[in-house]
Protein backbone atom coordinates (compact mmCIF):
# COMPACT_ATOMS: atom_id res chain seq x y z
CA UNK A 1 0.00 0.00 0.00
CA UNK A 2 1.48 3.34 -0.75
CA UNK A 3 2.48 5.35 1.45
CA UNK A 4 1.05 9.34 1.74
CA UNK A 5 4.36 10.61 0.98
CA UNK A 6 4.95 8.66 -1.79
CA UNK A 7 0.72 9.37 -3.15
CA UNK A 8 2.29 13.29 -2.80
CA UNK A 9 4.71 12.27 -6.27
CA UNK A 10 1.79 11.64 -7.85
CA UNK A 11 0.46 14.92 -7.95
CA UNK A 12 1.17 17.00 -11.49
CA UNK A 13 1.61 20.37 -10.09
CA UNK A 14 0.76 22.91 -12.90
CA UNK A 15 2.05 26.83 -12.57
CA UNK A 16 -0.31 29.43 -13.60
CA UNK A 17 -3.57 27.61 -13.73
CA UNK A 18 -6.53 28.47 -14.17
CA UNK A 19 -4.65 32.10 -13.87
CA UNK A 20 -1.29 33.42 -13.08
CA UNK A 21 0.18 33.42 -9.70
CA UNK A 22 -1.85 29.77 -8.90
CA UNK A 23 0.01 26.52 -9.19
CA UNK A 24 -2.71 24.12 -9.36
CA UNK A 25 -2.17 20.96 -7.84
CA UNK A 26 -3.81 18.32 -10.24
CA UNK A 27 -5.07 14.73 -8.97
CA UNK A 28 -5.66 13.48 -13.05
CA UNK A 29 -1.89 11.98 -12.49
CA UNK A 30 -2.79 10.36 -8.80
CA UNK A 31 -6.48 9.08 -10.06
CA UNK A 32 -5.06 7.37 -13.19
CA UNK A 33 -2.16 5.16 -11.41
CA UNK A 34 -4.17 1.90 -9.77
CA UNK A 35 -2.02 2.00 -6.86
CA UNK A 36 -2.41 5.57 -6.43
CA UNK A 37 -6.19 5.33 -6.27
CA UNK A 38 -6.85 2.61 -4.64
CA UNK A 39 -3.79 3.53 -1.71
CA UNK A 40 -5.24 7.56 -1.39
CA UNK A 41 -9.37 5.65 -1.06
CA UNK A 42 -7.85 3.55 1.59
CA UNK A 43 -6.59 6.00 3.71
CA UNK A 44 -9.30 8.44 3.42
CA UNK A 45 -11.70 5.46 4.34
CA UNK A 46 -9.29 4.94 7.19
CA UNK A 47 -9.81 8.37 8.87
CA UNK A 48 -13.63 8.48 7.83
CA UNK A 49 -13.83 5.06 9.68
CA UNK A 50 -12.03 6.20 12.76
CA UNK A 51 -14.82 9.30 12.46
CA UNK A 52 -17.78 6.53 12.73
CA UNK A 53 -19.32 7.73 9.42
CA UNK A 54 -22.54 6.53 8.75
CA UNK A 55 -22.39 8.61 5.52
CA UNK A 56 -20.38 10.61 2.81
CA UNK A 57 -20.81 13.92 0.90
CA UNK A 58 -18.52 15.00 -1.61
CA UNK A 59 -18.71 17.85 -3.42
CA UNK A 60 -19.25 18.32 -7.55
CA UNK A 61 -17.04 17.26 -9.34
CA UNK A 62 -13.42 16.02 -7.76
CA UNK A 63 -15.09 15.19 -4.49
CA UNK A 64 -17.39 12.71 -6.53
CA UNK A 65 -14.76 10.58 -7.26
CA UNK A 66 -12.96 10.18 -3.57
CA UNK A 67 -16.25 10.28 -1.55
CA UNK A 68 -18.00 7.72 -3.74
CA UNK A 69 -15.27 5.31 -3.69
CA UNK A 70 -14.73 5.99 0.28
CA UNK A 71 -18.22 5.03 0.56
CA UNK A 72 -18.12 2.29 -1.15
CA UNK A 73 -15.35 0.88 1.15
CA UNK A 74 -17.45 1.67 3.92
CA UNK A 75 -20.24 0.53 3.25
CA UNK A 76 -22.40 3.40 3.65
CA UNK A 77 -24.29 5.73 1.49
CA UNK A 78 -23.06 8.87 -0.73
CA UNK A 79 -24.54 12.37 -0.67
CA UNK A 80 -23.51 14.51 -3.86
CA UNK A 81 -23.12 18.08 -2.71
CA UNK A 82 -24.06 19.45 -6.39
CA UNK A 83 -23.73 22.62 -8.11
CA UNK A 84 -27.17 24.91 -9.27
CA UNK A 85 -29.80 23.41 -10.92
CA UNK A 86 -28.34 19.91 -11.56
CA UNK A 87 -31.18 17.92 -8.65
CA UNK A 88 -33.95 16.91 -10.34
CA UNK A 89 -35.91 17.70 -7.02
CA UNK A 90 -36.82 20.75 -4.69
CA UNK A 91 -33.35 21.38 -2.84
CA UNK A 92 -32.01 23.69 -0.66
CA UNK A 93 -28.77 25.75 -0.74
CA UNK A 94 -26.20 27.60 0.27
CA UNK A 95 -24.69 30.63 -1.26
CA UNK A 96 -20.88 31.74 -0.66
CA UNK A 97 -18.11 34.38 -1.67
CA UNK A 98 -15.56 33.88 -4.37
CA UNK A 99 -12.74 35.82 -4.75
CA UNK A 100 -14.80 37.55 -7.35
CA UNK A 101 -18.80 36.78 -6.90
CA UNK A 102 -20.36 33.84 -5.67
CA UNK A 103 -21.11 30.48 -5.99
CA UNK A 104 -23.78 27.86 -4.60
CA UNK A 105 -24.00 24.31 -3.60
CA UNK A 106 -27.21 22.23 -3.45
CA UNK A 107 -28.34 19.02 -2.37
CA UNK A 108 -31.28 16.76 -1.65
CA UNK A 109 -32.63 17.93 1.43
CA UNK A 110 -34.07 14.16 2.35
CA UNK A 111 -30.70 12.76 1.75
CA UNK A 112 -29.59 12.94 5.31
CA UNK A 113 -31.37 11.52 8.43
CA UNK A 114 -31.51 14.17 11.57
CA UNK A 115 -28.26 13.83 13.63
CA UNK A 116 -26.86 11.37 11.27
CA UNK A 117 -22.72 11.48 10.90
CA UNK A 118 -21.99 13.11 7.82
CA UNK A 119 -18.27 12.99 6.95
CA UNK A 120 -16.65 15.54 3.88
CA UNK A 121 -14.67 14.33 1.33
CA UNK A 122 -12.92 15.72 -1.53
CA UNK A 123 -9.79 16.54 -3.44
CA UNK A 124 -8.34 19.88 -1.52
CA UNK A 125 -9.20 22.54 0.88
CA UNK A 126 -7.42 25.74 -0.26
CA UNK A 127 -9.48 28.85 1.20
CA UNK A 128 -12.25 26.80 2.94
CA UNK A 129 -15.23 28.08 1.46
CA UNK A 130 -16.42 25.54 -0.54
CA UNK A 131 -16.30 22.94 2.34
CA UNK A 132 -17.67 25.62 4.42
CA UNK A 133 -21.13 26.01 2.27
CA UNK A 134 -21.42 22.01 1.87
CA UNK A 135 -21.01 21.49 6.24
CA UNK A 136 -23.41 24.41 6.42
CA UNK A 137 -25.58 23.23 3.97
CA UNK A 138 -25.47 19.61 5.19
CA UNK A 139 -26.24 21.09 8.90
CA UNK A 140 -28.96 22.60 7.16
CA UNK A 141 -30.42 19.24 6.01
CA UNK A 142 -29.86 18.17 10.03
CA UNK A 143 -26.63 16.30 9.46
CA UNK A 144 -24.02 16.25 12.34
CA UNK A 145 -20.78 17.25 10.43
CA UNK A 146 -17.56 17.47 12.69
CA UNK A 147 -14.86 15.85 10.51
CA UNK A 148 -13.91 16.65 6.64
CA UNK A 149 -10.77 14.15 5.09
CA UNK A 150 -9.05 16.02 2.13
CA UNK A 151 -6.00 13.95 -0.18
CA UNK A 152 -4.79 17.76 -0.22
CA UNK A 153 -4.28 20.32 2.22
CA UNK A 154 -3.01 24.14 0.97
CA UNK A 155 -2.57 25.10 5.26
CA UNK A 156 -1.22 28.59 4.00
CA UNK A 157 -4.67 29.40 2.54
CA UNK A 158 -6.25 28.96 5.86
CA UNK A 159 -8.87 26.26 4.59
CA UNK A 160 -8.62 24.20 7.29
CA UNK A 161 -8.32 26.84 10.26
CA UNK A 162 -11.38 28.23 8.92
CA UNK A 163 -13.15 24.94 9.08
CA UNK A 164 -12.12 23.95 12.15
CA UNK A 165 -13.17 27.53 13.84
CA UNK A 166 -16.87 26.36 12.74
CA UNK A 167 -16.32 22.81 14.78
CA UNK A 168 -14.98 20.80 12.05
CA UNK A 169 -11.69 18.22 12.78
CA UNK A 170 -9.51 18.36 9.06
CA UNK A 171 -8.11 15.49 7.99
CA UNK A 172 -5.50 15.45 4.88
CA UNK A 173 -3.33 12.96 3.31
CA UNK A 174 -0.77 15.07 2.27
CA UNK A 175 0.26 19.06 2.37
CA UNK A 176 1.56 21.75 0.29
CA UNK A 177 3.17 24.80 1.24
CA UNK A 178 2.56 28.27 0.28
CA UNK A 179 -0.09 28.49 -2.70
P1 LIG B 1 -11.57 26.34 -1.74
O1 LIG B 1 -13.04 26.60 -1.71
O2 LIG B 1 -10.77 27.61 -1.92
O3 LIG B 1 -11.10 25.55 -0.54
O4 LIG B 1 -11.25 25.49 -3.03
C1 LIG B 1 -12.16 24.52 -3.40
C2 LIG B 1 -11.88 23.73 -4.64
O5 LIG B 1 -11.14 24.41 -5.63
C3 LIG B 1 -11.11 22.49 -4.28
O6 LIG B 1 -12.01 21.43 -4.02
C4 LIG B 1 -10.28 22.23 -5.49
O7 LIG B 1 -10.97 21.31 -6.33
C5 LIG B 1 -10.17 23.57 -6.19
N1 LIG B 1 -8.85 24.20 -5.98
C6 LIG B 1 -8.60 25.35 -5.29
N2 LIG B 1 -7.29 25.65 -5.30
C7 LIG B 1 -6.68 24.68 -6.01
C8 LIG B 1 -5.31 24.41 -6.39
N3 LIG B 1 -4.29 25.23 -6.03
N4 LIG B 1 -5.06 23.31 -7.12
C9 LIG B 1 -6.07 22.47 -7.49
N5 LIG B 1 -7.37 22.66 -7.18
C10 LIG B 1 -7.68 23.76 -6.45
Do not use: C, N
Not at 16 to 35: A, M, S, V, W
Not at 90 to 116: C, H, S, W
Not at 149 to 165: M, T, Y
Amino acid sequence: MMTPDALKSLIRTVPDFPEPGIQFRDITTLIGDGEGLAASVHHLAEMAAAIGAQKIAGMEARGFIFGAAVAVQLGVGFVPVRKPGKLPIKTIGVDYALEYGTDRLEMDPDAVGAGERVVIVDDLIATGGTALAATQLLRKAGADVSDAVFVIDLPDLGGAQKLRDAGVTVGALMQFDGD
